[in-house]
C-alpha cells in the first residue's frame, strides 16, 4: 500500500479546480444568486436563515411566528420549490 505511484498521485493538481472549474463554479453561483433575488423579501429571508445563518426549523419558527418547526419546514419547502421553478424558467428560456 503506498508505493512510490501513491507519492507521484499525490502531486497531481486537482482536477476539479482549475481555471475552467473556477469559471463554471463562478457561473453556477451568478446562476443561483439572480434566481434567488427574484424569489418575494420573505422566502429569501427563509433561504438565509437556513441555510446561510443555518438556523434551526424550530429557530426559523420561532423568529417568524410560524408555531412549530413542521410550519417552519413547509415555509422554507415553499421557498426551495420557488427557487427550482425561478432556475427551471430560467434554463427553458435559454
Same mark, same amino acid.
Given at each position: 500500500?503506498?508505493? #512510490? @505511484?501513491?507519492? &507521484? %498521485? ?7 479546480? =482549475? ?6 463554479? !463562478? ?12 424569489? #418575494? @423579501?420573505?422566502? &429569501? %429571508? ?7 445563518? =443555518? ?6 419558527? !420561532? ?32
Amino acid at each position: 500500500m503506498g508505493g #512510490p @505511484a501513491q507519492g &507521484r %498521485l499525490e502531486h497531481l493538481p486537482d482536477p476539479g479546480s =482549475g481555471p475552467e472549474a473556477e469559471a463554471q463554479k !463562478q457561473q453556477e453561483l451568478d446562476t443561483l444568486q439572480n434566481a434567488i433575488s427574484h424569489l #418575494p @423579501a420573505d422566502q &429569501r %429571508l427563509l433561504l438565509k436563515l437556513r441555510f446561510q445563518e =443555518g438556523l434551526s426549523l424550530k429557530k426559523i419558527a !420561532q423568529l417568524k411566528n410560524l408555531g412549530d418547526s413542521n410550519r417552519a419546514w413547509r415555509h422554507v419547502k415553499g421557498a426551495i420549490d420557488a427557487l427550482f421553478a425561478q432556475l427551471h424558467h430560467k434554463n427553458s428560456a435559454e
